[in-house]
């Protein structure tokens, strides 16, 4: 007999209907929504909770408790705090017990004495350290909707969904990895694409789009030889070391036949920590002609920018060899960038 679970799952704003979407695809009618809000989804869920580890489009991922108590000092009451021991023993279940150390309880109010002693209780019954900050056991605390009761939720993993292990090596304005997993749901992934990653970095793009399914070619380029060595160190961890080919190129003249790509990606340079507007304004067109070049007929183009207005006219500009078939507007890193989806037409390059 399958348990019935309360999930709830943080998801990067703007990405809610394809983090919903991978849901219903890998867990079908297990899981059916209560709730969508922006940044969260509330799921009615039956089968194993160690399944949820697997999605890639969600930030993190919570198991929903509720108690029906008019504040949280009921919750150190005998029945109501062994019921919360015993989800805690759930969650805790799911990983190995070394990956759990610290504890954190979130809620407002949390310097409180009752929640303080709350966190100490906890902290005695579970046998972790209370952390100030971030800690492997997160328990978020808040009022239910109704005001009547209170919520428990416990995050499913010591560390975020979105904070993947193969990432060992890190460089500024990496890509959400959750984000990058979209981008690639995107471009309908088979394992006949041949995918081109321009200015690829870390190489988040490419290993989330292995994840997905396995290509017949796999390429990433950067100018930045510290860049290519990191994506090599993180291939490398996710196991894709042998399936990506590494090189040293100029995003606007690549040594590539003529349509010889059916996908190409890019985290494109924002003109904040890496590039200028200035650059870009040169850089986006010379790129966006040069993708459309080693495209092949239909082939598919997912980019990502913050730089709105210069990517959109540089669309318009290019509208006879890259038709734009969707723009999703998302919130990260305290920006809010759009992913652009694109498909090359048979018009030639002029």
């Known amino acids: 007999m399958l348990c019935m679970f309360d999930v709830e799952f943080d998801v990067l704003e703007g990405l809610e209907p394809y983090a919903l979407e991978e849901i219903r695809e890998r867990l079908g009618r297990r899981c059916s929504l209560l709730t969508l809000l922006p940044g ?19 930030l993190a991922a919570y198991l929903v408790v509720t108690f029906d108590v008019p504040r949280p000092r009921a919750l150190l009451g005998h029945q109501h705090f062994t019921r919360l021991v015993k989800a805690l023993e759930m969650v805790r279940s799911l990983s190995r017990p070394d990956q759990y150390r610290t504890l954190r309880l979130s809620a407002a109010g949390e310097d409180s004495s009752v929640l303080t002693r709350l966190k100490e209780t906890i902290a005695q019954a579970t046998g972790l350290a209370v952390a100030p900050d971030e800690g492997d056991l997160l328990i978020r605390l808040r009022r239910t909707v109704s005001k009547d009761g209170w919520e428990v939720l416990v995050r499913l993993s010591p560390r975020p969904l979105a904070t993947r ?11 959400n990895a959750t984000l990058a997993s979209v981008m690639m749901r995107l471009t309908l ?15 988040t793009l490419l290993i989330e789009r292995l994840f997905l399914a396995p290509a017949r070619l796999a ?15 993180n291939l490398d961890a996710a196991g894709f070391a042998r399936a990506v080919r590494l090189e040293r190129w100029d995003a606007t003249a690549l040594p590539l036949e003529t349509s010889s790509v059916d996908v190409v990606c890019a985290d494109l ?13 040169t850089l986006y067109p010379q790129l966006i002609a040069e993708a459309a070049r080693v495209a092949a007929p239909d082939a598919r183009m997912c980019l990502l920018t913050h730089e709105v207005r210069l990517i959109e006219r540089v669309f318009a500009q290019y509208a006879d060899v890259w038709a734009l078939i969707n723009v999703v507007r998302v919130r990260t890193g305290g920006m809010t960038p759009r992913v652009y989806l694109a498909q090359r037409t048979m018009a030639p390059v002029s």
């Open 165 to 175: 292990e193969w990432r060992v090596c890190n460089r500024p304005g990496s890509l």
């Open 269 to 281: 340079p924002f003109g904040q920590l890496i590039g200028s507007h200035r650059t870009n304004e």
């Open 40 to 58: 969260r989804l509330r799921t009615r869920y039956s089968g194993e909770l160690r399944s949820l580890l697997q999605l890639r489009s969600v």
């Open 189 to 203: 992934p088979s394992a006949s694409d041949r995918v081109l990653n321009l200015a690829c970095g870390s190489g």
């Open 219 to 233: 390429i990433g380029c950067d100018l930045d030889s510290e860049a290519l060595r990191c994506a090599q160190r």
